[in-house]
């Protein structure tokens, strides 16, 4: 047992020291990246969004962090009603993984949940003209996979592809645009 203790007292002097030689490392790296992203819903209307995300990124190549986006769309016919200037403001938490951090290219896969704050005019299909104002909160969701490009040290550009959802909802009659999303952008490190 005493030979253990030694062995062990040595072993952590020997790392102690080494630590205090060497500089001390950060271990992660904040990260602003704009985007532009574009839906195409169930429905077959395009939502466009410029979007902007806050990440770390550790060294395991996990990156948490938060973002907003703003989708807009014209006009979206769902579940009997014609919607005009639909607006959506989602808040999220994000969280990336990237597959592989010694490359040019780098695969990632990403996750977003938040909340989403809506608003847009309301008309029933028989009567498009007469709309009344809505405004909504829901989940927001979103999942997928992408792909970085490191042009500098500080600057990497990153497309992706993914399922993103404004509002999640039980009830099938409730508003709730979803659907195949596109994303490109830049992050600054």
């Known amino acids: 047992m005493k030979f253990l203790f ?9 790392f102690v020291l080494r630590a205090q030689e060497q500089p ?7 990260s602003i990246s704009p985007a532009f992203e574009l839906m195409r819903s169930t429905h ?5 969004a410029p979007s ?12 948490p962090g938060f973002g907003i986006e703003r ?10 009603y014609v919607l005009y200037k639909l607006r959506y403001l989602p808040i999220y938490g994000n969280l990336k993984y990237n597959f592989n951090n ?8 990403e996750s977003s949940i938040g909340y989403s704050f809506i608003k847009y005019d309301i008309a029933d299909d028989l009567t498009p ?12 969701i979103y999942g997928g996979f992408g792909l970085k490009y490191t042009i500098t040290k500080k600057v990497n550009s990153f497309i992706g592809v993914g399922f993103k959802a404004y509002r999640i909802t039980t009830n099938d009659l409730d508003i709730n645009p979803h659907g195949l ?3 490109a952008g830049f992050s600054f490190m």
Do not use: C, M, W
């Not at 030694?6 to 020997?14: E, G, H, K, R, Y």
């Not at 989708?71 to 979206?76: A, L």
């Not at 003209?129 to 927001?140: A, C, D, F, R, T």
């Open 24 to 30: 001390i490392k950060r271990n992660t790296q904040f």
């Open 129 to 140: 003209n007469n709309k009344s104002q809505v405004k909504e909160n829901g989940l927001y």
């Open 102 to 109: 010694t490359k040019k290219f780098r695969p990632y896969a």
């Open 6 to 14: 030694i062995a062990l007292s040595l072993l952590t002097t020997n």
């Open 71 to 80: 989708s807009s769309t014209p006009i979206h016919h769902d579940n009997g």
């Open 181 to 183: 999303s596109f994303q």
């Open 52 to 63: 902007v995300k806050g990440n770390f990124l550790f060294k395991n190549g996990f990156e």
């Open 44 to 48: 077959s209307n395009l939502f466009y």
